[in-house]
């Protein structure tokens, strides 16, 4: 490693802990979208593609490598077009229902509550489950609650007995509603609001079972979206908030050009990668903005934020169905990945979920499928290697010196990102260099405690639009980063050109 003058000087107080990241900030999901549900997860029992009960095996054995904490189905913009009945009871007698958000194709619903529960038992994950608002009716969603979670004898429960499951399942994270404001039914905010607090009314906790109930909440900043739904919440008094919601979601995308033309997720210019990273990291400014509304109504931070869907959205890969939304997964994305992981460390006092979009085959996935096929995105290594952030101590860093800016179209975008935490017995930084064209020296003083020898890991390659393909799954693949030393508490290590690293230290 050279000695050159860093990039990034901070400070990391190891002995003053921060708030506990939620590892339900690395949530993942799954809509009835494209190849994610019909070729992604489900196979169906007869197809030749290794399975367990029509799940196949290969994708849920490289999704059980990320600890993956929570799945969110069925959607989405399909949530809000979704009868649940439609997916339950023998699956050749489900009706057939047209998917008009996505394709306009025609599914069998042969993938339904029961299957949808099946796969979350194989991952070890917690179910997310999205109620449809949108079209749906209050009855539905409290008939739908009572058949997941009701162990009695009351009306759902006991169909769900006909549909072969005996016990209850335990659901904690259920979704009021999905972008009312657009796909989920139109909606001012104040109309959604009176919905939703209807909605999350007769969403009942049966049993032992509680939920978390998450209020669909806004694009981007339209923090008047989060107010009004606090509103709601205080308009309640002393009544028990927790009959209403227990977290308020937004939705937040990245790419590079506009909604009409959103760039090529393998082809472009250094303008389009900078402007990409521009727009990423503007997700921290977001995550502020919401919270200073909640703070205004719940400075104890009793309620949670929810970044339900967020990730790269770019043009469809050539030849591909458009309403499938298929997308390569390049370096780039890897590198938005972590910046936005960042970012939830630094918000984890309000931040409690995260979901990025979505999970197999469509947008920023973990896994791309041809078939038999499968291979790993480079964004799938990203959250492999920051499963040591899940449920830790964030250790805040401070005291930033970054002295390599990019100008962006009058913004100066930091060159350098990172994050600290600290989980059973070990400090774990990231470390994300932005720059496509030079090395980072980054320089962390450790104070507060002792740390032992670093083991850093980076993923990396040499140039930001590489990706892995089927005829190369390996093109883009962590690997070790050398050189990385502590000196007198002081964490030095130099990161190649695009590149995100992990740094594991050993407390002393």
């Avoid at 949530?79 to 958000?101: K, L, Q, S």
């Avoid at 049993?207 to 009004?228: H, K, M, P, Q």
Wanted: with cysteine.
């Amino acid at each position: 490693m050279t000695d050159r003058a860093p990039v990034l000087d901070a400070v990391v107080d190891l002995d003053v802990p921060g708030p506990t990241i939620s590892r339900h900030v690395y949530g993942h999901f799954a809509e009835h979208l494209g190849r994610c549900v019909y070729e992604g997860f489900w196979v169906g029992e007869d197809s030749d593609i290794p399975n367990v009960g029509g799940i196949r095996t290969d994708v849920v054995e490289a999704l059980r490598e990320l600890s993956i904490p929570n799945l969110r189905w069925p959607g989405g913009c399909f949530a809000d077009t979704y009868h649940w009945r439609d997916g339950v009871g023998p699956r050749d007698e489900r009706p057939r229902i047209a998917n008009t958000h996505w394709g306009d194709v025609v599914e069998d619903n042969s993938f339904g509550t029961h299957e949808f529960m099946a796969l979350c038992e194989l991952l070890g994950t917690a179910p997310y489950v999205s109620a449809n608002v949108g079209s749906g009716s209050v009855q539905e969603t409290a008939d739908w609650v009572e058949y997941l979670t009701r162990g009695d004898d009351a009306p759902m429960a006991r169909l769900r007995r006909e549909h072969g499951r005996e016990e209850p399942w335990s659901i904690a994270l259920f979704g009021i509603g999905n972008e009312p404001w657009g796909c989920g039914g139109n909606l001012r905010a104040d109309q959604f609001a009176s919905l939703a607090r209807q909605h999350a009314t007769y969403a009942r906790d049966h049993g032992d079972n509680r939920l978390v109930r998450i209020a669909a909440g806004a694009s981007d900043d339209d923090y008047a979206w989060t107010e009004t739904l606090m509103q709601q919440i205080a308009s309640l008094g002393d009544a028990n908030p927790r009959d209403l919601f227990q977290m308020i979601s937004f939705h937040f995308y990245t790419f590079a050009g506009t909604w009409g033309d959103k760039g090529s997720a393998t082809e472009f210019t250094r303008d389009e990668y900078w402007a990409t990273m521009r727009k990423a990291l503007d997700v921290r400014r977001i995550l502020a903005g919401h919270s200073a509304v909640m703070d205004a109504y719940d400075p104890q931070a009793k309620l949670g934020l929810a970044l339900d869907e967020w990730g790269t959205w770019w043009n469809v890969e050539p030849g591909t169905n458009p309403g499938f939304l298929y997308q390569q997964n390049a370096l780039r994305d890897a590198l938005v990945a972590s910046v936005h992981f960042d970012a939830f460390h630094d918000h984890a006092r309000r931040l409690r979920l995260a979901n990025i979009a979505q999970t197999v085959n469509v947008l920023q996935s973990m896994l791309l499928t041809d078939g038999a096929r499968m291979i790993r995105t480079p964004t799938f290594h990203a959250f492999a290697m920051s499963a040591g952030h899940h449920d830790a101590t964030a250790l805040p860093v401070r005291d930033v010196a970054d002295r390599a800016r990019h100008d962006v179209g009058g913004t100066a975008v930091p060159s350098v990102s990172a994050s600290a935490s600290t989980k059973d017995g070990a400090v774990l930084v990231s470390l994300t260099n932005l720059d496509p064209d030079g090395p980072a020296t980054v320089r962390i003083d450790l104070r507060g405690r002792a740390v032992g020898s670093p083991v850093a890991t980076v993923l990396t390659a040499d140039d930001p639009a590489a990706h892995n393909t089927f005829d190369e799954p390996d093109a883009v693949a962590p690997r070790p980063l050398d050189g990385v030393r502590v000196d007198d508490g002081v964490l030095t290590a130099e990161l190649p050109p695009a590149a995100f690293a992990t740094v594991r230290l050993p407390l002393a």
